[in-house]
Each structure stands twice: as C-alpha cells, then as structure tokens.
C-alpha cells in the first residue's frame, strides 16, 4: 500500500531543472507543448533532422558565389546523400563543379554526408530569391573625360558611341 504524497513505483518527481535538461536544456521544452513534441521519439528526430538540414543550408550558402546564396535549396539528407535542389539546369552544371569542395566543407563540419545530389526543380516548385539592389557607380571626372574623348573618336551613328553617351549621361 503506498503511503500518502509517496508516488507509484518506477515515477520520479522531477523539477522544472531537472525537466528542462532532460527535454532538450531550454527553458520553451519545459512548457507542456515542449513535453508533448520532445516525448516522442520520432518527433525528436524529425526537428532533430529539421535542425540539421537548417545547419546544413548555412553551410551550402557559406561555400557557394554570392550569386546562387538563396538559388540551392537543402531537400534532405538520407543515407548520407544530400538532395539539392536548383532552379535552372545550369546552375545543376556550375554547382556539379564545386560538388567536392562542398562536400569537404560539409565532412569538416560534422556533418554525416558521403554524397551529393543535385536536381532541378520546374519552374514555380522553387521560389526565386529577391534580386538585389544595384546601387549606382559613379564615374570619376578623369574616367568621364576619357569616355567623353573615347566617344568623339567614333562615329556619331555607331551602337557605342550612342552607349558611351548614355553612360556619361548617367554618371553623377
């Protein structure tokens, strides 16, 4: 017969300390909807996995031109193979030649990957990233004046001499 306040045999009384490290050491894991996400296995692995695809991203964009960051997308990790995904065929074939030095990069941060694919995705699966914004150059007053000799040099009718005009039209 259990005594009164003693708890059935096999339970344990934790504390919020206690509870909070063993769901995962922060303090949103203690909260009930942190308990019922963190106690079943398979959830634990699929943020586990969410998380490691995440960390993964970061390091595809690290590696990549400052040009494809946001155009190669992290599909999934299994059996060691990394799915990614582009928007266009030949961005598949410039990224198929940085293939080892991403997967290098990827070993070296401890990440399990022992290959890689690529696959392009139709047009409207994949979101384009926003394009940047081109600030304006300015030209200085000695690269103005030799456009300016450049273009009397030409003739007037010609494509550059009109494209030399409109430049230094343009220019601060």
Do not use: Y
């Amino acid at each position: 017969m259990p005594v009164h306040g003693a708890l059935p045999r096999g339970m344990m009384l934790r504390n919020r300390a206690q509870e909070t490290f063993r769901w995962g050491c922060d303090s949103v894991n203690a909260s009930p909807i942190g308990r019922v996400l963190g106690g079943s296995d398979a959830l634990t692995r699929l943020r586990d996995h969410a998380a490691r695809l995440v960390r993964m991203q970061r390091t595809v964009d690290q590696v990549l031109p400052r040009a494809n960051r946001g155009r190669v997308a992290v599909a999934n990790l299994q059996d060691g193979e990394l799915a990614l995904h582009v928007s266009s065929a030949a961005l598949a074939a410039r990224l198929k030649l940085s293939v080892p030095t991403l997967l290098t990069t990827l070993q070296n941060a401890g990440e399990p990957v022992t290959g890689i694919r690529i696959r392009v995705r139709a047009r409207g699966e994949m979101a384009e990233p926003p394009a940047e914004a081109v600030s304006p150059r300015s030209i200085g007053q000695g690269g103005k004046q030799s456009l300016q000799n450049l273009q009397s040099s030409l003739k007037e009718d010609s494509a550059l001499a009109r494209a030399l005009g409109e430049m230094i039209a343009k220019s601060r």
